[in-house]
């Protein structure tokens, strides 16, 4: 497979694409797609202008999740990450779209973006929004996933998944702006998401990402 992955390294959805197809075993290159200044081929790739997009031989597709959900039909047989069995792939398919559409507009579009990106854009950080973000919006889906994942070490049959995957994407977003999840108050989440940062793939990525940081801070 020549798996080409384009985007930003600190995008999560980016970061569950590479985490995905590193975790299924795929050899993927990463091209850096800047999403706020994007070269005009990209287009091509997604219309929308989003990252991540791929190229695997001829093929190209765009979008994190329909990504990964290909990448899955491509070899469903290794290291599967979708789950088995129709009630596993759409719980799986649950959690996934919750660390997108719910948590995403929290971790990385308040509080990543206003803690990272925006002083980097010469924007001022809005506080009010990632404390709001912090005490009075993300709390709520931390109850709920607290509650999902229970006993088990990961969210769905107690075996890793894309569900693990995505929220733990968000949560490694959350982490580079400088905030936490409270691990008095959600135990079980904040173990689990220091449990899927010690899988090798999820650790060299996000090692990654740090010195990209390191960089960006001493240029500043
Ligand atoms: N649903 C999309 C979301 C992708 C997304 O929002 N990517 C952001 C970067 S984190 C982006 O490209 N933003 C640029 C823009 O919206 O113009 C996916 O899962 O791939």
Redesign the pocket.
Known sequence: MSLVVF??P?????R??RLFAAEKGFDYQLENVN??NQPDWYRELNP?????AIRDGDFTL??????CHYLEDRDPQRAPLCGTGAESRARINWLEKYA?YEL?PLT??TVFRNRLLKPLMGKVCDEVAVKGAMQEKLPEHFDYLEKCLGEQQWFIDDRFSLADIAIACQLVNLRHGEEELDAQRWPKLAAHFERTLTRPALAEIVQGELQIIAKIMAKR
């Open positions: 985007g930003a600190l995008s999560p959805f980016v569950k694409v999403p706020f929308l202008r989003r990252v991540p765009a979008d994190s999740s329909v990504i997108d995403a990385t579009f």
